[in-house]
């Protein structure tokens, strides 16, 4: 069964969609987008706990690598551009997921999502108006990862320290955020056609005039 890009989009017309590179304040924007005009919240990897109970691998392998993992230390071991490969896969096997529980949330209330649906399907089932990309340097998207208190990134350095070798962990680890984080994917996102903003690394905290931005943007603000 296929349903159509159109069908899609009308279910989806209640939902916002922020997407873009690590540590450019997509996580802190959502949090804060949902809390100022009450909507639903949809913070980064929302649809696993859904996911990682269906997901097959004859039709979803990069979704079910984290259920069948033994030990984190090879999660963190592995070779950069498998790690590159397995993230963008990732997503856009996740993508299904996504649309399905953001129809289920967004018939009748705003939905603001911290989304990895890949660009191409966000062009098909969403607008201009509905989508916003966020982008940091490389510099502070691979060396800040883990400047971080959420629990996934203080969990992946805690086994990245329990290495037998974990200075190299790590490095071959910052590798594989280098690829994710490289000027490819960055250009992919900056000539995507969405709107765009772009962290800068000045040290001032530009949460509130980001937010006003992007919420201006969607039209949330006039």
Known sequence: MIIENNIL???????????????????????????????????????IAVSDQ????DLQPDLCYRRNLKDWKDFVTRAPEEYERWIYNSGREGAGFEIAQLISLAEDKKVIVDTCIPLDILKEISDYSRVAVMLSPQSMSVERFFDRSDPEKQFLLRVIESCENPDAVMENY???????????????????????????????????????VIARHFGLIP
């Not at 900056?190 to 800068?200: A, D, I, K, P």
């Open 174 to 212: 910052r590798r594989g955020l280098s690829l994710i984080n490289s000027q490819k994917h960055y250009d992919e996102y900056l000539n995507s056609g969405f709107f765009t903003v772009v962290r800068e690394d000045n040290g001032k905290d530009t949460r509130e005039e980001v937010c006003d």
């Open 54 to 57: 269906i997901a097959t691998p």
């Open 9 to 47: 989009k009308y279910h989806l017309r209640n939902v916002y969609f922020i997407t873009g590179t690590a540590y450019a304040g997509k996580s802190t924007t959502v949090r804060m987008l949902a809390d100022r005009y009450d909507m639903v919240f949809c913070g980064e990897n929302y649809h």
